[in-house]
DNA sequence: TTTATTATTGGCTATATTACCAAATAACAA
DNA sequence: TTGTTATTTGGTAATATAGCCAATAATAAA
């Protein structure tokens, strides 16, 4: 591998990792729709503040999502509109997943 | 979080998962080219056969990628077209962040 | 059969990730 | 100022991931 691929497959494998996490992906889904604060989005997930402010850095960092303070509170919203063609994408890998079983299911009855 | 929504999440974030690794969305690129068999792709990365197929177990698993026996060898591929724009997006999240750091950086001259 | 080649699996260590709690910070109101 | 709410940060323990080596298939060739 090529110094500038190693490059390129690890500036990419960094925007995946970000995004590879349920509450993370999750809440990429919910931005997509508005932006939320820190403390509805815990709500949503259930889990500690603190860990759901961690994700939120995760995404942040990675320029998925982006911050703004309105007082106390700090709403967060989608940095890259593409983010929803991109779950679109997952989402096709996992049809196609559940098509795979239930063609494999389906071959082994009628054995 | 209702659990249907936690299980969607989960399933998400396992596709992603398997991608978000260097040379894993490295393999990726390359097997949109065309397939390669183990050993090609080792030979590309530079790391052991096994982390190789290794990795190549988990993209298969993931229903990303597919195998298929020639003799000895083993060539795998993609199973998903749609991969392609996957990795498009992932592009766009970079250049945006380059973008900004740019221009961050025009503004910590200017002052 | 024996040998060589290709790939997978098991075992191990090093490193990374995650989640919680506790403590610190920030903004505002009393 | 003091208290309150919202969020972030530091610390820690549990778990997951990654990579290498060695051992085990699987296939083909000698």
Redesign the pocket.
């Known amino acids: 591998m090529k110094e500038s691929e190693r490059i390129k497959s690890e500036a990419r494998a960094k925007i995946l990792?970000a995004l590879?996490?349920?509450?993370?992906i999750f809440i990429v889904d919910k931005l997509a729709e508005k932006p939320y604060?820190?403390?509805?989005l815990?709500e949503m997930i259930g889990?500690?503040?603190?860990?759901?402010?961690?994700?939120?850095?995760?995404l942040k960092n990675a320029g998925i999502a982006t911050?703004k303070?309105?007082?106390?509170?700090?709403?967060?919203s989608l940095e890259t509109p593409c983010l929803l063609r991109f779950i679109g994408c997952v989402e096709e890998v996992i049809e196609q997943n559940i098509n795979k079983q239930l063609k494999s299911i389906g071959q082994a009855e009628s054995r």
């Open positions: 990792k590879a996490h349920p509450s993370r604060c820190v403390c509805e815990t889990s500690d503040t603190s860990t759901v402010s961690k994700h939120l850095s995760i911050d303070k309105k007082g106390t509170t700090v709403y967060y």
